[in-house]
C-alpha cells in the first residue's frame, strides 16, 4: 500500500507566536496569507467525541463575524442532560486551540469551542467548563497547580499478510517487521503534535493476536503534563486524529476498553502531579511525598465512583478484571501495576546513570524529581475526557480537605502483586471497584456530593450521567458475557467506536 500523504501545516511556526497569545488578528493574517477559506468549529460532546461545524469564507467581514461571535447549535443533540426546550447554546472559538486539518483536500483551519447560555454565560455544565472549575477549586484549596497528561492506548486493525507474525500477547515496544504499524503511529504523532499534542513517546503494547484473517495490534501515544484543559484538548484530538488516519490507511481503529476475552484490553491510564512556583511537589528527600498522599488519599475515598467518569460502557468492566494489568480492588504502590494508583519511576535515585554508559558525560543538571507523576489505572477511552480530569482533580483536591489523609493513604498502600494466591487475605481486606455501569452510576449518587460541592459539577449533570450508566442495565452482564461468545461479540461490537 502506497504511504498516505497529510498535509504538514505548523501554524505556531507560522504565525511566530506561543499558542497561548494567539489572537484574532493573527488567525485571520494566517489565513488571508495561506488561502484558508474553511474553517471548523470543533467540541467534545456528552458522549467525549469531536463534534465539527463547517464554514466556507465568503468574505473578510464574515469571518470576522465567525471569530468574534461564534454560532448558535441544539445542545440537546450533544448533551442528554439538557431539555429540548431550553436547548439553544452558543459556542465560542478558542484561538490558542487552532489547528490545520491534516486530513482536508481543502485548506481548513479547525478551532476548538468553549459552549455559553442563552445569557451569555459560560455553560455550567459543558464538559470543558467542568475542568475548569475543577482545577480553579484545586489551586484555591491547596495554593498549588494540578496537571495531567494521558496514556491513550488503541489497536489498529488490518488484514493479515502472514509475514512476521507477532507473537500472541507479546507486543510490548515489538519493532517492524514483527510491529506492523509503526509509521502509522508515527504519522498520528505528527499529526497531534502539530495540533498542539506535547507527546513524549509512542510505542507498540501488549495487545497483539490475530484472528478471522485479520492481525490486532495494540499500540499507545503518551503524552507530557500539561494543564488539565490542555491535556483533554490533546487527548480528544488525538483519537480524532487517529482515526482519521486509520481510515485514510483503510484501518480499523478502536479505543475500547476490551475487544475480545484473554487479551488485553485498552486503557487510558492518566499521570498527575502538584505543583507549585514551577517545582513539582509529589516527592520529598527522595521519596513521595505527603503532597502526594494526600491526593492519593482523595483518590482512594472515590475511586468507586470515579469510574462513572472513565469507565462509560459494558465492555470497560469486561477489563476491569484480575490479571489482565487493570485494577480490580482500591489500593496503590510503588512501580506495581496490580494497583489502582500507581506510583511510577520517578528518577529520584541519585546514580549517574547517565556517566556509567556514556564515559566522560556529566550528569544532568535539570531537576530530574519534575517527572514523578502518580498514575490512575482504571480509566478507558470510553471516558468524556474532560469529565474524567474534572473527577481526578475534585478526587486529589478532596484529600487535602480530609483528616488524617496521610494516614488512610498508608492504610490502603500494598507492595506485592494482589492477584497472587499467598495474598488472598490481603485481597478480601480491599475494597473493589463497580463490576458494571448500573454498580458505578449507584456509586456515583452516593458520593455526588463530593463533585458537586464548590459548584464543579452541576446537579443536571450527575444525574444526566448516573441516568446514562443505568440505562445499560448491565448488572449481571458481565456473567452472562463470559458464558456467551456470540452476546459477547456481539456487544463489543455496539461499543467498538466508544469515545
Known amino acids: 500500500m502506497e504511504p498516505v500523504k497529510i498535509n504538514i501545516v505548523d501554524i505556531v511556526a507560522a504565525i511566530g507566536k506561543k499558542r497561548s497569545a494567539f489572537t484574532k488578528a493573527d488567525i485571520v493574517k494566517f489565513m488571508e496569507k495561506h488561502g484558508v477559506r474553511h474553517v471548523n468549529f470543533m467540541y467534545a460532546g456528552g458522549d467525549g467525541r469531536l463534534k465539527t461545524l463547517n464554514f466556507v469564507v465568503h468574505s473578510k467581514a464574515y469571518l470576522d463575524e465567525i471569530l468574534s461571535c461564534g454560532e448558535r447549535v441544539d445542545g440537546s443533540s450533544l448533551f442528554s442532560y439538557i431539555e429540548a426546550s431550553s436547548s439553544d447554546l452558543y459556542v465560542m472559538p478558542r484561538y490558542s486551540t487552532a489547528f490545520m486539518d491534516p486530513f482536508a483536500e481543502l485548506p481548513t483551519l479547525c478551532l476548538l469551542c468553549s459552549f455559553f447560555n442563552k445569557d451569555g454565560e459560560r455553560l455550567e455544565s459543558s464538559p470543558e467548563y467542568t475542568l475548569e472549575k475543577a482545577v480553579s477549586a484545586f489551586k484555591k484549596e491547596t495554593g498549588m497547580d494540578f496537571e495531567a497528561m494521558g496514556e491513550l492506548e488503541y489497536y489498529v486493525i488490518a488484514p493479515d499478510t502472514g509475514a512476521f507474525p507477532a507473537v500472541d500477547q507479546r507486543g510490548y515496544h515489538e519493532s517492524a517487521p514483527f510491529a506492523k504499524f509503526g509509521e502509522f503511529r508515527q504519522k498520528c504523532m505528527l499529526a497531534i503534535a502539530l495540533a498542539g499534542g506535547l507527546i513524549k513517546y509512542g510505542h507498540s503494547e501488549v495487545g497483539n493476536f490475530t484472528e478471522n484473517g485479520l492481525v490486532y495490534e495494540q499500540n499507545e501515544i503518551e503524552f507530557l503534563p500539561a494543564s488539565p484543559v490542555d491535556a483533554a484538548n490533546q487527548l480528544t484530538i488525538a483519537k480524532w486524529m487517529i482515526r482519521n488516519l486509520g481510515a485514510r490507511y483503510g484501518f480499523d481503529i478502536t479505543f475500547a476498553p476490551k475487544i475480545t476475552v484473554g487479551k488485553a484490553g485498552s486503557g487510558l491510564h492518566i499521570h498527575m502531579r502538584i505543583m507549585k512556583n514551577g517545582v513539582n511537589q509529589m516527592l520529598k528527600n527522595g521519596r513521595i511525598s505527603d503532597t502526594a498522599k494526600r491526593a492519593i488519599a482523595g483518590m482512594m475515598e472515590l475511586a468507586p465512583s470515579i469510574t462513572a467518569f472513565g469507565n462509560?460502557?459494558?465492555?470497560?468492566?469486561?477489563?476491569?478484571?484480575?490479571?489482565?494489568?487493570?485494577?480490580?480492588?482500591?489500593?496503590?504502590?510503588?512501580?506495581?501495576?496490580?494497583?489502582?494508583?500507581?506510583?511510577?519511576?520517578?528518577?529520584?535515585?541519585?546514580?549517574?546513570?547517565?556517566?556509567?554508559?556514556?564515559?566522560?558525560?556529566?550528569?544532568?543538571?535539570?531537576?530530574?524529581?519534575?517527572?514523578?507523576?502518580?498514575?490512575?489505572?482504571?480509566?478507558?477511552?470510553?471516558?468524556?475526557?474532560?469529565?474524567?480530569?474534572?473527577?481526578?482533580?475534585?478526587?486529589?483536591?478532596?484529600?487535602?480537605?480530609?483528616?488524617?489523609?496521610?494516614?488512610?493513604?498508608?492504610?490502603?498502600?500494598?507492595?506485592?502483586?494482589?492477584?497472587?494466591?499467598?495474598?488472598?487475605?490481603?485481597?478480601?481486606?480491599?475494597?473493589?471497584?463497580?463490576?458494571?455501569?448500573?454498580?458505578?452510576?449507584?456509586?456515583?449518587?452516593?458520593?455526588?456530593?463530593?463533585?458537586?460541592?464548590?459548584?464543579?459539577?452541576?446537579?443536571?449533570?450527575?444525574?444526566?450521567?448516573?441516568?446514562?450508566?443505568?440505562?445499560?442495565?448491565?448488572?449481571?452482564?458481565?456473567?452472562?458475557?463470559?458464558?456467551?461468545?456470540?452476546?459477547?461479540?456481539?456487544?463489543?461490537?455496539?461499543?467498538?467506536?466508544?469515545?
Not at 316 to 333: D, F, M
Not at 372 to 400: H, I, K, W
Not at 419 to 429: D, F, G, Q, W, Y
Not at 451 to 475: H, N, Q, T
Open 312 to 499: 462509560r460502557n459494558p465492555t470497560s468492566y469486561l477489563r476491569l478484571v484480575p490479571h489482565q494489568e487493570a485494577p480490580t480492588n482500591v489500593c496503590w504502590g510503588d512501580r506495581n501495576r496490580s494497583v489502582l494508583v500507581r506510583v511510577p519511576l520517578g528518577w529520584s535515585s541519585k546514580a549517574d546513570m547517565l556517566g556509567a554508559v556514556n564515559p566522560g558525560e556529566k550528569a544532568s543538571a535539570g531537576e530530574l524529581r519534575q517527572k514523578q507523576t502518580v498514575e490512575m489505572r482504571s480509566p478507558d477511552a470510553s471516558a468524556n475526557v474532560y469529565l474524567l480530569m474534572a473527577s481526578l482533580a475534585v478526587a486529589c483536591r478532596r484529600g487535602f480537605e480530609m483528616k488524617d489523609a496521610v494516614a488512610k493513604a498508608d492504610a490502603t498502600y500494598v507492595n506485592v502483586n494482589i492477584h497472587k494466591k499467598e495474598n488472598a487475605a490481603l485481597l478480601k481486606t480491599l475494597a473493589t471497584l463497580p463490576d458494571s455501569c448500573w454498580a458505578s452510576a449507584c456509586v456515583l449518587e452516593k458520593q455526588r456530593s463530593a463533585y458537586e460541592e464548590k459548584g464543579v459539577f452541576s446537579k443536571a449533570m450527575i444525574d444526566g450521567i448516573a441516568a446514562e450508566l443505568k440505562a445499560f442495565d448491565d448488572r449481571t452482564l458481565r456473567a452472562k458475557l463470559m458464558k456467551d461468545k456470540a452476546l459477547l461479540a456481539k456487544t463489543v461490537r455496539t461499543y467498538f467506536h466508544c469515545g
